[in-house]
């Protein structure tokens, strides 16, 4: 809902264990926007720690500073008032491009919600690591989109059933660079900073990844998460050219890989979920 004076009013439903959050933005440094809690229970992540927010409580700022992500840990409904009608657009932006990473998941032969388990499982591996609210917003639309350069790839080289040429697979390898260039041009703050988890997560830990080879602490954190959730993904996966394996296979070749391809750190605290599952 807009009123006159251009003030925009959303109502928000939350189920739990689902996230939202606000970021700032540089083209708007006068807008005010505040978030008011009509019920349930939520956890607000910012840099200075966590605050639990119950029904009544408010926050706001005039601008937005930095990144807040929300956590719902019941139910919980509230609202979103921004005195300028910017919610939508990057509502509706960045909604397409989910949408379009799903449909190109699909015709790579992964299920519709693929990419849902790719951001869930990345974001819970990210929590347990204590990354911060802006790290874990950039981690969400990461690794919701982190295939979303797959768009650019030919569909005779995407839905090839046999192994790709050598050709092939240098056009498949750039869908990395391809993403991270869709997400900059969208001028969306939180799309932006996705942007480096998108080229980065088929990177890996000793430089044996693309596109630039980086190794260690060269590669973001968050990128080292998805490209472990997507790795452990695909290994049990059913794809029109192969068959899943399973979890504990999955889960000895990780290990196996530990320090090699995949960061340790991030590792052991996957396996702390996944093992406890």
Known sequence: MSSYDGTEI??????TGARWGMSPDEDTTDTLEAVYILSGKLTMHTTKGDHQLEPGDHVAA?????HLVF?????????????KPIFHHYFNETRELELLAVN???????????????????MLVGEKMGLNSEALQK????????????????????????????DEWTVMKDHTRFGADILKKTNIPH????????EQHHER???SGYPKGLEKEQMSLESAIVGLVDSFDAITSDRVYQKGRSKESA???????????????????????????
Do not use: M, W
Not at 62 to 66: L, R, W
């Open 205 to 207: 830990y000793d430089g």
């Open 62 to 66: 005039q601008p937005v500073s930095e």
């Open 10 to 15: 959303i109502h928000h439903e939350l189920k």
């Open 104 to 122: 190109i998941e699909k015709k790579d032969g992964y299920t519709a919600d693929h990419c849902e388990r790719i951001k869930d499982l990345s």
């Open 139 to 166: 981690l969400h639309f990461g690794a919701l989109l982190h295939d979303i350069g797959k768009t650019k790839v030919p569909e005779s080289i995407l839905l090839k059933p046999g192994k790709l040429t050598s």
């Open 191 to 198: 799309l932006i900073l996705a942007a480096e988890i998108v």
């Open 71 to 83: 956590t719902a840990l019941s139910d919980s409904t509230f609202l979103y008032v921004s005195s």
């Open 251 to 277: 889960l000895a070749e990780i290990k196996q890989l530990r320090g090699i391809k995949y960061h340790p750190d991030v590792v052991d605290t996957f396996l702390s979920i996944i093992e406890n599952d």
